[in-house]
T-cell receptor
C-alpha cells in the first residue's frame, strides 16, 4: 500500500489566512521529502524540500515542518492567496540511495477571495 | 525555453490502437520518468531512466514500452490501448545524485482518453 498519505483531501480557507497541509508517512528510513503544487491543467511544480536531518525549513511564504517521531510532514502557507489554490502533494524518498519519490494522495487547497 | 515538454497534450483514441507520447527535457538532467495520474489525482510512477538505461519499472503492463534514444528524451509507446489506460501521463526529469536533491521537473502532461 501507499506509505505516504494525507489527512485532509480538501482544505478551504479565506484569502489572507494561513494554511496548513498535513502529510503522514510510514517509512522511517525516508530521508528526503518534497512538497509539490499542481495547478489545474499543469504538471506538479516543486515548492520546497527538507532532509531528514532537519525539522524545519522556510521558503518564501512557505514553511515545511518534519516530525520524524510521529512520521509527519506539514506545509504551512502564510497569507494564502487565490493563486495558491491547487492540489498539493508530499513526496518521500525512501532512503538507502533511493531517488525515486513516492507521492501521497494530494490535498486540494481552495482559497476563497 | 520550456524545460520539460510533452507531445501531444491531448490524445483521444479507440481501444486496441497503439499510440506514442514524446518527452524532451533541456535541463541537462540525467534521469527521466513517466508517471500516470488517475482521475483522483493519484500520481504513480511507471518508469525511470538514468542515462538512457531503465532503472525502474513499477509493475507496468508490457503493453507500455518506454524508449530513451538519448538522455534528453524519453518516449512512451502504448500498445493495444484499453479503457483503463485513460489518464494524464506526466514526464519528469531530475538529477539522480542525492547530493543535489531529487527535485523533479514535470512536463505539462498528456491527457489520454481511450474510447
Amino acid at each position: 500500500g501507499e506509505s505516504v498519505g494525507l489527512h485532509l483531501p480538501t482544505l478551504s480557507v479565506q484569502e489572507g489566512d494561513n494554511s496548513i497541509i498535513n502529510c503522514a508517512y510510514s517509512n522511517s528510513a525516508s530521508d528526503y521529502f518534497i512538497w509539490y503544487k499542481q495547478e489545474s491543467g499543469k504538471g506538479p511544480q516543486f515548492i520546497i524540500d527538507i532532509r531528514s536531518n532537519m525539522d524545519k525549513r522556510q521558503g518564501q511564504r512557505v514553511t515545511v515542518l518534519l516530525n520524524k517521531t510521529v512520521k509527519h510532514l506539514s506545509l504551512q502557507i502564510a497569507a494564502t492567496q487565490p493563486g495558491d489554490s491547487a492540489v498539493y502533494f508530499c513526496a518521500e524518498n525512501r532512503g538507502g540511495g533511493s531517488y525515486i519519490p513516492t507521492f501521497g494522495r494530494g490535498t486540494s487547497l481552495i482559497v476563497h477571495p | 525555453d520550456t524545460a520539460v515538454s510533452q507531445t501531444p497534450k491531448y490524445l483521444v483514441t479507440q481501444m486496441g490502437n497503439d499510440k506514442s507520447i514524446k518527452c524532451e527535457q533541456n535541463l541537462g538532467h540525467d534521469t527521466m520518468y513517466w508517471y500516470k495520474q488517475d482521475s483522483k489525482k493519484f500520481l504513480k510512477i511507471m518508469f525511470s531512466y538514468n542515462n538512457k538505461e531503465l532503472i525502474i519499472n513499477e509493475t507496468v503492463p508490457n503493453r507500455f514500452s518506454p524508449k530513451s534514444p538519448d538522455k534528453a528524451h524519453l518516449n512512451l509507446h502504448i500498445n493495444s490501448l484499453e479503457l483503463g489506460d485513460s489518464a494524464v501521463y506526466f514526464c519528469a526529469s531530475s538529477f539522480r545524485t542525492s547530493e543535489v536533491g531529487n527535485e523533479q521537473f514535470f512536463g505539462p502532461g498528456t491527457r489520454l482518453t481511450v474510447l
